[in-house]
């Protein structure tokens, strides 16, 4: 598997596992419209998994359903920050925006490729993923702006700030440092980054959930 | 009824429209909130049954059609406890009497889902049966409502096509797959029927007095089943009642749904009435901080 | 909260028209909420956000004297014209000499 296909698997993992967490808030958000709001956030990014994998199909000869659904744990490249379980409203915005803020650094990236598949891709996904960061930042805003939301959206910060990390490689993880330090006022703890290539144990349980209806049906049945 | 109520009640049965900030009976106020709240907690309690769909759905493209739709839903509620909240009651009033078991939610979301098949019949045939119901209400006199009424009408027309077009694949499937919508279809037949609620005739429905409902419930089912039932059975498919038949003067026969049952049903004790109502209660107590911290002073 | 009143624009050309209201802590809120629930999918091509307190209803026209002259209900042109007609010698309308 090249690097090319390594890579679009990576970023389409992150965005469909994401996805799927975000989608785990369905009926059941602080507020219906924050129902709405996620809900238009996981379409998102299970879109932007499905523009991916389609890419890395091509040079697979497969599709894009199969590459989702059909692979084993460890073909996953998803990192470990979007693979935890946070049905907690602090750390679902301390991911959301932690995320949204190492992607933005990804894309900047993949924009200045001299692949055009890839800088095109990437500057899509980027017009989207503006209005994330939009909801993010006005969340992180909001909860910064009371002692009892600071106070929460600080632990969470804490507890996921080695995952956030993990999403980067090592050259881009400056940049968040700084990025993130610039909008908290902060210095953040020295860590070790939890860094892509293991997963987290509720993967498992994930793909088993997410799978468990393809699976009930041979290979090639149509849904 | 003194004067001014007489005249209320001749305009709106006379095609008259009311705004939000017009006067009203307390009757018709009380009643049309009830009705509007009964509809907006029914939108929400329907994402419940379905959500788990969408962490299963089986392809992509089902996946990102099954969040919208659910979407869909919850920015229905979103908008009918905005006009529920117009006309006095606020949506935490809401929130609370429908987590305490004091209002009501439509039949149908008090059943649990079982498979995929489900997911088509659901959003085939229950979407199908509530646009009939919502596309009545576009002449209710309430304007506000009258017009949400319009902007749901138009967002629900896909999720019916979704609905058929997960249920025509799987009858073109396996066998296996075909017998996941025969299966759902026997469950989910009896609480179709009873959705539009008891035979009341118009004449004696408060609702359609007050043109709070312009339709009768008898009405709703038969252009129901004069719908679906032939687009069921052209798929080789088979429904659990023995008496279900079209008439020669056009009128469907089947055998009369139990109304006591429908009363349980909606007040509390379907078959996963308490489930649905306790994931609701724990969803709010996790959000009570932020509720404070959305609605403190920035600091 | 504060509601907001949420104007929209269907299309290019036409007119802003009342679309609904949204209940948000702020502005900043409302923005994200309203093009949720109604942008998402691109039924708008532009939005307004008032704060309800902001627009000043008015309800009450009076007309006591029957001022109809000022509008098209407040002629009724059918007999004259028929009278009309039948003097230039025409029963029916025709194009032209």
């Known amino acids: 598997m090249n690097e090319r296909v390594q890579l679009l698997l990576a970023l389409a993992d992150d965005e469909l596992i994401l996805g799927w967490r975000n989608s785990e808030w369905t009926g059941i958000a602080p507020s219906l419209e924050e129902d709405v709001a996620f809900s238009s956030i996981a379409q998102n990014e299970i879109g932007h998994a499905r523009a991916l994998y389609e890419l890395?199909?091509?040079?697979?000869?497969?599709?894009?359903?199969?590459?989702?659904?059909?692979?084993?744990?460890?073909?996953?490249?998803?990192?470990?920050?979007?693979?935890?379980?946070?049905?907690?409203?602090?750390?679902?915005?301390?991911?959301?925006?932690?995320?949204?803020?190492?992607?933005?650094?990804?894309?900047?990236?993949?924009r200045a490729s001299d692949d055009p598949e890839l800088a095109g891709i990437a500057a899509k996904i980027e017009r989207e993923e503006v209005y994330h960061r939009i909801h993010a930042e006005m969340w992180v805003d909001r909860l910064l702006g009371s002692d009892e939301g600071r106070g929460r959206l600080d632990e969470a910060l804490e507890e996921l700030w080695p995952y956030a990390l993990g999403v980067l490689d090592d050259d881009l993880r400056p940049e968040l440092l700084r990025r993130v330090k610039a909008k908290l006022g902060r210095a953040m703890p020295d860590v070790e980054p939890v860094a892509r290539g293991t997963h987290?144990?509720?993967?498992?349980?994930?793909?088993?959930?997410?799978?468990m209806v393809r699976r009930s049906a041979p290979a090639g049945a149509r849904w | 009824m003194d004067a001014r109520t007489e005249e209320f009640l001749a305009h709106v049965q006379s095609?008259?429209?009311?705004?939000?900030?017009?006067?009203?009976?307390?009757?018709?106020?009380?009643?049309?909130?009830?009705?509007?709240?009964?509809?907006?907690?029914?939108?929400?309690?329907?994402?419940?049954?379905?959500?788990?769909?969408?962490?299963?759905?089986?392809?992509?493209?089902?996946?990102?059609?099954?969040?919208?739709?659910?979407?869909?839903?919850?920015?229905?509620?979103?908008?009918?406890?905005?006009?529920?909240?117009?006309?006095?009651?606020?949506?935490?009033?809401?929130?609370?009497?429908l987590i305490a078991g004091k209002s009501k939610f439509h039949n149908v979301f008090h059943y649990p889902t079982k498979s995929w098949g489900d997911?088509?019949?659901?959003?085939?045939?229950?979407?199908?049966?509530?646009?009939?119901?919502?596309?009545?209400?576009?002449?209710?006199?309430?304007?506000?409502?009258?017009?949400?009424?319009?902007?749901?009408?138009?967002?629900?027309?896909?999720?019916?096509?979704?609905?058929?077009?997960?249920?025509?694949?799987?009858?073109?499937?396996?066998?296996?797959q075909r017998e996941l919508?025969?299966?759902?279809?026997?469950?989910?037949?009896?609480?179709?029927?009873?959705?539009?609620?008891?035979?009341?005739?118009?004449?004696?429905?408060?609702?359609?007095?007050?043109?709070?409902?312009?339709?009768?419930?008898?009405?709703?089912?038969?252009?129901?089943?004069?719908?679906?039932?032939?687009?069921?059975?052209?798929?080789?498919?088979?429904?659990p009642d023995p008496k279900l038949e079209r008439g020669e003067d056009g009128i469907w026969a089947y055998?009369?749904?139990?109304?006591?049952?429908?009363?349980?049903?909606?007040?509390?004790?379907?078959?996963?009435?308490?489930?649905?109502?306790?994931?609701?209660?724990?969803?709010?107590?996790?959000?009570?901080w932020v509720s404070r911290t959305v609605l403190a002073e920035a600091a | 909260m504060s509601v907001f009143e949420v104007f929209r624009r269907e299309r290019a050309g036409a007119p802003m028209q009342h679309a609904g209201s949204i209940a948000a802590p702020d502005a900043r809120f409302a923005e994200v909420y309203a093009r949720e629930q109604y942008g998402r999918r691109g039924e708008s091509t532009a939005l307004w956000l008032v704060p309800?307190?902001?627009?000043?209803?008015?309800?009450?026209?009076?007309?006591?004297?029957?001022?109809?002259?000022?509008?098209?209900?407040?002629?009724?042109?059918?007999e004259r014209l028929k009278e009309a007609r039948e003097r230039a010698g025409a029963a029916a309308p025709r194009a032209g000499r």
């Open chain 1, 56 to 110: 890395a199909a091509r040079e697979l000869d497969t599709d894009a359903d199969a590459l989702a659904f059909d692979r084993t744990l460890d073909e996953y490249r998803s990192a470990p920050l979007v693979e935890l379980r946070r049905l907690e409203w602090a750390r679902t915005i301390a991911r959301h925006w932690l995320y949204e803020t190492a992607d933005a650094i990804r894309l900047e990236a993949l």
């Open chain 1, 200 to 211: 987290e144990a509720e993967l498992g349980e994930l793909l088993d959930e997410m799978t």
């Open chain 2, 15 to 97: 095609g008259g429209l009311v705004e939000t900030g017009d006067w009203m009976p307390n009757e018709y106020r009380k009643r049309l909130t009830k009705f509007v709240e009964m509809h907006a907690n029914s939108e929400l309690m329907g994402v419940l049954p379905e959500r788990d769909w969408i962490l299963r759905a089986p392809t992509l493209q089902r996946k990102l059609a099954l969040t919208a739709k659910i979407q869909d839903e919850a920015g229905h509620a979103q908008l009918l406890y905005r006009i529920v909240e117009d006309l006095g009651k606020p949506r935490e009033a809401c929130l609370d009497d």
């Open chain 2, 119 to 176: 997911v088509g019949v659901i959003a085939w045939l229950v979407d199908a049966a509530a646009i009939i119901s919502q596309k009545a209400l576009l002449k209710c006199s309430y304007a506000p409502y009258a017009r949400i009424m319009r902007k749901i009408c138009w967002e629900e027309s896909f999720h019916i096509l979704h609905g058929r077009d997960v249920v025509l694949t799987l009858v073109t499937g396996t066998p296996e």
């Open chain 2, 181 to 239: 919508v025969q299966e759902a279809l026997d469950r989910w037949w009896e609480p179709l029927m009873m959705f539009h609620g008891n035979p009341i005739p118009a004449d004696d429905d408060p609702m359609v007095h007050w043109r709070i409902k312009s339709q009768a419930n008898e009405e709703a089912r038969q252009q129901f089943l004069e719908g679906y039932v032939p687009q069921v059975w052209e798929l080789g498919l088979t429904l």
């Open chain 2, 255 to 288: 055998t009369e749904p139990d109304w006591e049952k429908l009363q349980a049903v909606v007040s509390g004790n379907g078959p996963a009435s308490a489930e649905r109502i306790a994931f609701r209660k724990l969803s709010r107590a996790e959000i009570d």
């Open chain 3, 52 to 78: 309800r307190e902001a627009v000043d209803e008015i309800e009450d026209f009076v007309d006591e004297f029957d001022l109809k002259y000022r509008r098209v209900d407040g002629y009724s042109i059918k």
